[in-house]
């Protein structure tokens, strides 16, 4: 059974920092792609930030260059988004998400940066 479990989100102050981290199992993590998206209230999806399978390639969305990193350990299956300088457009649900043959999805978290 694939999993995709998003946990670390929560309510931070601006300029303030979170670390999210996704968790999968029942696919063969370190061949897929990994991804984080997010999306805000009436907003489309958006992506955020992309990891290779291998961890020696990485992207980043415009509005988020700078602020966030990607990672990942496939030693633990785990891949980690870490946020710095949240500003209040930074809230949204953040979703893992995994791709090679299939596509995965996590049920999300939720991040909200306000005062």
């Known amino acids: 059974q694939v999993q995709l479990v998003e946990s670390g989100g929560g309510l931070v102050q601006p300029g303030g920092s979170l670390r999210l981290s996704c968790a999968a199992s029942?696919?063969?993590?370190?061949?897929?792609?990994m991804r984080w998206y997010r999306q805000a209230p009436k907003k489309e999806r958006e992506l955020v930030a992309t990891i290779s399978s291998g961890g020696g390639s990485t992207n980043y969305a415009d509005s988020v260059k700078g602020r966030f990193t990607i990672s990942r350990d496939n030693a633990k299956n785990t891949v980690d988004l870490q946020m710095n300088s949240l500003k209040p457009e930074d809230t949204a649900v953040y979703y893992c998400n995994a791709v090679n043959f299939e596509e995965y999805w996590g049920q999300g978290t939720q991040v909200t940066v306000s005062s």
């Open positions: 029942g696919f063969t993590f370190r061949i897929y792609i």
